[in-house]
Nanobody, 123 residues
Framework: VQLQASGGGLVQAGGSLRLSCAASGRTSSRYAMGWFRQAPGKEREFVAAISWSGGSTVYADSMKGRFTIARDNAKNTVYLQMNSLMPEDTAVYYC?????????????????WGQGTQVTVSS
């Protein structure tokens, strides 16, 4: 499966962005999906994940209450709504798919990755 992330850009602190991740290829298979991010000079970190059905979600502590992950399986797309953005949210955001269907935070357990989309939050 191929993943294409989009929706990044430049936003002021306190603003919002919605990222999208469109899947193509073997989209008939069921995947749990996750978002990760990597800031300059830092390791990639978990942001949020959602089950195939959308009924189960998990967030990194620093994103709870500000970010919302959702999916539309009819469109093969996963979204990350980001509100109350802060300069420390500046990073390249990646989406990933997991064939095991489990919702988890571990980067190495994801099977497919998108190319990333840049989010820059100015102060």
């Amino acid at each position: 499966v191929q993943l294409q992330a989009s929706g990044g850009g430049l936003v002021q602190a306190g603003g919002s962005l919605r990222l999208s991740c469109a899947a193509s290829g073997r989209t008939s298979s069921r995947y749990a999906m996750g978002w990760f991010r990597q800031a300059p000079g830092k390791e990639r970190e978990f942001v949020a994940a959602i089950s195939w059905s959308g009924g189960s979600t998990v967030y990194a502590d620093s994103m709870k209450g500000r970010f919302t992950i959702a999916r539309d399986n009819a469109k093969n797309t996963v979204y990350l709504q980001m509100n109350s953005l802060m300069p420390e949210d500046t990073a390249v955001y990646y989406c990933a798919a997991d064939r095991s269907l489990a919702v988890h935070t571990t980067e190495s357990l994801y099977d497919y990755w998108g190319q990333g989309t840049q989010v820059t939050v100015s102060s």
